[in-house]
């Protein structure tokens, strides 16, 4: 696989994950509609920020683990396969029947833009899953000969700006978007379309070799 077809296929798999409904699409939306699109949009900031620095710790552990040896290669590879497969089945299996948006007590009226931002980095940064992903999802598309740890981060970056880009949109047209994305089929056929592509990266990475 060369470097322009592993970006091609991990911008169309990110971007499938990314509009999939789930808990950041769920807070921005939910910030949006009742907080205003300013906040919304340093939660969905603060939220990039997260991601990002799992995929920074992510990558950093890649490159010095992948380098160390055949077996920790074999493990993270059957194991992060394990993982996908995991996922793709329950995703199939029992797709969620809607959208939850947490509606805790809003902010005073005074917070501050630090306020939201922190609100969307403690989101992901709270959330070890970000990195258990990353783990499994990033190795299959470095290619052979670059740098593991460089290349996993440069791909967490763009899954970032795609995040972002993602979020804008939802923050610009968040009552359309928010019924249609809250709606149990929508919801459910995402799922199902997300889990197929969790089982076919698993396949792909138990079949890959070092």
């Known amino acids: 696989m060369t470097i322009a077809q592993s970006l091609l296929a991990f911008l169309l798999a990110a971007g499938l994950l990314t509009i ?6 769920a807070m921005i939306l939910r910030t949006a509609t009742i907080e205003g699109p300013a906040r919304a949009a340093f939660a969905a ?4 920020l997260g991601c990002l620095l799992w995929g920074a710790g992510t990558a950093l552990g890649l490159g010095v683990l992948l380098a160390a040896s055949e077996l920790a290669f074999t493990i993270v590879k059957w194991a ?7 996922l793709g089945i329950g995703l199939i299996r029992n797709p ?8 805790g007590s809003a902010p005073a009226a005074g917070s501050g833009a630090a306020t939201w931002l ?3 980095l403690l989101t992901n940064l709270l959330n070890p899953k970000v990195g ?3 783990i499994s999802f990033l190795p299959q598309f470095v290619p052979d000969g670059v740098p593991v740890a460089g290349y996993s981060f440069l791909l967490a970056a763009m899954h970032v700006v795609l995040g ?10 968040s009552v359309p978007l928010g019924r249609f994305l809250s709606r149990p089929s929508t919801v459910r056929a995402m799922d199902r379309l997300t889990g197929t592509v969790f089982i076919a990266f698993g ?3 138990a079949l890959s070799r070092r």
């Open 20 to 25: 999939t409904p789930g808990v950041d699409t």
């Open 45 to 48: 900031l603060g939220i990039g």
């Open 80 to 86: 992060g396969a394990a993982y996908l497969v995991w």
């Open 96 to 103: 969620r029947q809607g959208l939850t948006t947490a509606r």
């Open 118 to 120: 922190c609100r969307g």
């Open 132 to 134: 258990v992903f990353y």
């Open 164 to 173: 972002l880009l993602w979020a804008g949109a939802l923050i610009a047209a």
């Open 203 to 205: 396949v792909k990475l």
